[in-house]
């Protein structure tokens, strides 16, 4: 099995695994296992569990766009290509995090924003 081959197989790997996490952030979320509680106390405890619950949905979304763009930039040839400065992503971070899109000094450089 080829490089190219090993690394899209563990990104849709971890597409599926985070499809999957979402939907259950989702079906918590809107409550569609169970209503909200008649209690106004545990009302709010069940509203506070929801944010959080929100929080991790829309960090799973946004690592599963992030996964979507690397499987779209492996089958076009750019995988491995900082889309900021064109080098090379080292391959010890690609390995990491097979999903970044930056190499390491551009993505210091975004987080001082």
Do not use: W
């Amino acid at each position: 099995m080829d490089e190219y081959t090993k690394v899209r197989n563990k990104l849709v790997h971890l597409e599926a695994q985070l499809e999957l996490r979402f939907s259950k952030l989702t079906d918590n979320i809107t409550h569609a296992q169970e209503p909200l509680a008649q209690d106004f106390a545990e009302q709010a405890t069940q509203m506070e569990n929801s944010e959080v619950v929100d929080f991790l949905g829309n960090f799973t979304r946004n690592e599963l766009r992030q996964i979507k763009q690397a499987i779209i930039r492996l089958d076009s040839g750019d995988y491995g290509v900082c889309v900021n400065c064109g080098q090379d992503i080292a391959p010890e971070r690609l390995a990491a995090l097979p999903f970044v899109d930056k190499c390491i000094g551009c993505a210091k450089m975004a987080e001082r924003g």
